[in-house]
């Protein structure tokens, strides 16, 4: 596997669900960060979350990271059908170079 | 309006042309990317640019050019090299160093003819 894997490849749900994506990586990292990608545009920064915090917020969005576990999970609560979109994860590798290394990403649905 | 700028949003590529895509950005931003995004895929990293006039290869460097001559753009070439360019292309910027957040163009679709 690569260092970044979003988990499930594929989601879909009803709008009020809530959604949640999970990434695992490999190797430690500096910081973590969710990209959204509507179909066909460019990606947009969600959230960063650093190695040595544990959860974030950012309105319906919660984050978590969990370094013994090289995972985090990315939550999406009360969903509406303007969250279709797929998501990616993007780890900052520590000791590595000025870049980051993308998941394949989660695509979800939200059907109304 | 502050942001990044792609362009064109489709470019067609006739074999053995080369052909180069635009991305300029007015965040002054230090460092600059450039993905190559695949259908279902995620983002592969082809060259990024810390500081003007210096470049470094990414993962898929090979059939790929650029340059850094000003601050605000970073042009990539698909040459000739690059047997299989269909793809979406992103460019991006990020302040300071390339781990933190990076904020991206709306990206270029190339087509071979």
């Known amino acids: 596997s690569q260092q970044g894997e979003e988990d499930p490849q594929a989601l879909s749900i009803q709008e009020g669900e809530n959604a949640t994506m999970n990434c695992s990586y490999k190797?430690?990292?500096?910081?973590l960060q969710w990209y959204r990608q509507n179909s066909g545009r460019g990606l947009v920064h969600l959230i960063l979350?650093?190695?040595?915090?544990r959860e974030k917020h950012s309105g319906r969005l919660r984050v978590t990271l969990d370094t013994s576990k090289k995972s985090s999970s990315l939550l999406i609560t009360a969903s509406r059908a303007a969250d279709t979109a797929s998501y990616f994860c993007?780890?900052?590798?520590?000791?590595?170079?000025?870049?980051?290394?993308f998941g394949k990403g989660t695509k979800l649905t939200v059907n109304p | 309006d502050g942001g990044i700028t792609q362009s064109p949003k489709y470019l067609f590529r006739k074999e053995g042309q080369n052909v180069t895509l635009s991305c300029e950005q007015n965040?002054?931003?230090?460092?600059m990317y450039w993905y190559r995004q695949d259908p279902g895929q995620g983002l592969r990293l082809i060259y990024y640019?810390?500081?003007?006039?210096?470049?470094q290869k990414g993962d898929i460097a090979e059939g790929y050019s650029v340059s850094r001559e000003k601050k605000e753009s970073f042009p990539l070439t698909v040459t000739s090299a690059q047997k299989n360019p269909t793809a979406f292309y992103l460019c991006?910027?990020?302040?300071?160093?390339?781990?933190?957040?990076?904020?991206f163009g709306p990206g270029t679709r190339l087509l071979v003819l």
């Open positions: 991006a910027s990020t302040a300071g160093r390339g781990q933190e957040t990076q904020y």
């Open positions: 190797t430690s990292i500096n910081n």
């Open positions: 979350i650093r190695s040595n915090e």
């Open positions: 993007a780890t900052a590798i520590q000791g590595g170079s000025e870049k980051l290394v």
């Open positions: 965040l002054n931003h230090d460092a």
């Open positions: 640019s810390q500081i003007v006039n210096d470049f």
